[in-house]
């Protein structure tokens, strides 16, 4: 079992609009530097009205199923695109990450394509960190070529390195400082110098306004809580020594079979 979490990117130039990623490797958030889009996948934009005792306001998702919400909340359809028409979207970075971790060009934070994406499981828009993963690291060079960024936030000891959430922590045990983190700003519907709120939230079945069933089925969990699932298609392979990995041992493998990570 995994934590996974669900996270909004606010996108530039946009009031209350994000795109919506998910992930059970909350750890690699903050190498995050693009999201990967299917040009031949539909996308939803969705309008959800946030009715809670802090937040009255609405909110507009991008997701290719529909995405999680609250009780009272409501949830309409606003407008269909394909996944060619997402792409070259920027957003704002989800961490603040110290520049000298920065490899290769600087992060723009935008969606590129990427075919190896579905809506398998999680919400059709992958979170890309080319530090952490091989077809990450593809996707990277695809758009971008031999100048593509690359953000190293683990040290060779497999932990979370200075100036970093986490900090200090190793890779597994920061998911935790991630998710808290995702789920404060979340509560309180901020996005707080720019990163995306985030978290994870309660899934209900949407009924209403011609909206359809949650790609995701669970017990209704608090915002910024885990929810443990079997790890989909990305993971974190660690060659562990008595429970930790030795240095430069961390590798997190992809099995890209579904499109939600993250």
Do not use: C
């Amino acid at each position: 079992k995994e934590p996974s979490v669900y996270g909004k990117l606010a996108i530039r130039g946009k009031k209350n609009e994000y795109l919506l990623i998910w992930t059970t490797t909350p750890w690699t958030l903050p190498a995050n530097v693009a999201v990967a889009v299917n040009p031949k996948i539909e996308y939803t934009k969705y309008k959800i009205k946030i009715k809670n005792s802090k937040i009255k306001r609405n909110e507009y998702i991008w997701s290719a199923v529909t995405p999680p919400y609250e009780v009272g909340e409501e949830v309409e359809i606003v407008e269909k695109i394909s996944g060619k028409s997402l792409v070259g979207i920027e957003y704002a970075p989800m961490f603040k990450i110290p520049k000298e971790y920065s490899l290769g060009r600087e992060p723009e934070y935008r969606t590129i394509p990427g075919d190896f994406v579905s809506i398998d499981e999680g919400t059709g828009m992958v979170h890309v960190a080319p530090a952490f993963g091989d077809e990450d690291m593809a996707a990277a060079k695809e758009y971008w070529h031999d100048s593509y960024p690359l953000l190293h936030t683990v040290d060779l000891e497999g932990k979370m390195k200075q100036g970093v959430i986490g900090e200090g922590k190793w890779v597994k045990d920061a998911d935790q400082d991630v998710i808290a983190d995702l789920g404060r700003r979340g509560e309180r519907g901020s996005d707080r110098g720019g990163a995306a709120a985030g978290g994870v939230r309660p899934r209900h079945r949407a009924r209403r306004r011609g909206v359809g069933q949650p790609a995701h089925r669970g017990p209704p969990v608090r915002l910024g809580a885990q929810a443990d699932v079997d790890p989909p298609r990305r993971r974190a392979a660690v060659r562990e020594g008595r429970g930790r990995p030795d240095a430069a041992a961390v590798h997190v493998g992809h099995d890209r079979r579904g499109g939600g990570e993250p």
